[in-house]
């Protein structure tokens, strides 16, 4: 394992060789030099930024060839560039950091602060920046970065309440002299008028009307000043402050973070709200789920009724698109064989082939895998599950590649339903056939799986929502066609052991009326 040098620590093993009171000492002045390293590796970025070294170094960005460099995403590599020019700008937080007084994470907390209290009150002068900027490094001297964020966002408050009562003063000025103007102006030409009765017409009276009025022009545009603008928004109203952040996680999930303006929360709150009531159970039984929970799936509803198209007017509206890059060796590989979809199939199916079986069994890609043939445009691979629950109903669009991954030949399916299908469904299903959500939140799903051979006629769709159709493409649940025409829900044997098929939701509450 290799060591370090430091303070006479050359090896890892010398560190279990010093007494209590060297390690604190020790920990002390590594944790400070690290934060001396990251201003200077800070400031080396910005500087070969700012000389434009990208084309010598074989990229186009920096930001790209440090992100490769040191195998860091692009947004990374691009904020440590952006806190290296702002460092740069801000020599005395630079010097905490190099002095070791804060560390990274505190200045970067004070950029992003320093920008959100410039945004709130864009007017507000160097001296006042000046004193911005070290109030937020005296506040990451003795409090952490989140402390700063917090601090920053009290000072951009304050500015804000400040540029607008400056703004409200300076409109009430203004309306002050306009008020004048007009009272002078109504006494000068009542004096003028006067004046002209009394003297007649000479030159002496024109003379004084001449100087009565210069002097009234004089008054108008000394007073004639532009409006202050649009008073300063308040940082809780300001769109300009709004973020929404969406980052990869280690185990294929994405987290999410942002800050937003109390508007568009209220829009997220009204949208939510009537989704995030708790659902019982069919037996009255109490909602499982967490708020968070419910919150997580009212957002899976909004996107489906927004992917679906559902202000368009129409049943459903357009579906998702996915994109299936399919390898053309697999292709072949797999033409002409009777494949039932399921991987437990597809496994015993190539587990009672013995010639050539373990050469097939290789050629199977699995997640992650270069040639995995199931990918989302943004996010990458998915499983074989989702893949055939998205071709029920999403825009999918097979791309043929070769081994290379080159694409041989792209073509759209024919397996969607038409808007006048889905016009047919509604009248005919109504709702959700197993649970009985609204038409508008459900999905056309081929009774017989369409990559089973399922044609994409009315006598072989049913909607179903989300939740349902990912019950179904579980296995947990079954839907057939009855030979009246309409579908019938098949439930688990550990919901109903003889499996008795259930009539579609709709045609149960009318039996039941």
Known sequence: MGGYSFRGVTALGDVFELADQELVSELAAVT????????????????????????KLG????????????????????????????????????????????????????????????????????????????????????????????????????????????HEKAEKERREREREQARRAADNAGTGDAGADGAGAGAGGADGGGERGGGGDSGSA????????????????????????????????????????????????????PL????????????????????????????????????????????????????????????????????????AELANDDEGHDARKQSIPKPGDVDWPFNFDWTGPMSRFLAELLTCDADLTPVIVDHHGVPLALGRTTRLASDDQRIALTIRDTCCVMCGRPAQWCQAHHVKFWEHGGTTDLSNLALVCGECHRLVHRGDWQLIMGEDGHPYAIPPDTVDPRRHPIPSYHRRKQRAA
């Open 32 to 55: 400070s030099r690290e934060n001396a390293l990251a201003a200077a590796r800070l400031t080396l970025l910005a500087e070969i930024d700012r000389r434009g070294l990208a084309m």
């Open 59 to 166: 990229h186009s960005t920096v930001t790209r060839w440090y992100a490769k460099s040191v195998r860091i995403t692009d947004g990374s590599a691009a904020r440590q560039t952006a806190l290296g020019h702002w460092l740069t700008d801000w020599p005395t937080v630079l010097g905490a950091l190099t002095g070791g007084e804060i560390h990274a994470a505190h200045a970067s907390a004070i950029a992003d602060g320093y920008t959100t209290v410039v945004m709130a009150d864009p007017t507000v002068d160097e001296r006042h920046r000046d004193a911005v900027v070290a109030e937020l490094l005296d506040t990451a001297r003795r409090s952490t970065a989140g402390g700063v964020t917090t601090r920053a966002q009290a000072l951009a408050h304050s500015a804000a309440d400040d540029a607008r009562a400056r």
């Open 222 to 273: 000394t007073g004639d000043q532009a409006p202050p603008g649009q008073p300063p928004v308040p940082v809780s109203e300001n769109p300009d402050l709004n973020r929404f952040d969406l980052h990869p996680l280690a185990n294929g999930r994405y987290q999410l973070g942002g800050n937003i303006d109390r508007l568009l929360a209220e829009k997220l709150l009204t949208a939510l709200s």
């Open 276 to 347: 995030t009531a708790p659902r019982p159970g069919p037996g009255g039984e109490r909602d499982v789920r967490s708020p968070s929970k419910r919150r997580a799936d009212a957002l899976h509803v909004i996107l489906d009724r927004h992917l679906r198209g559902g202000a368009t007017g129409s049943a459903g509206g357009s579906r998702a698109s996915v994109h299936l890059v399919v390898p053309l060796r697999d292709l072949l590989a797999h033409s002409g064989e009777k494949r039932s979809g399921s991987p437990a199939a597809d496994s």
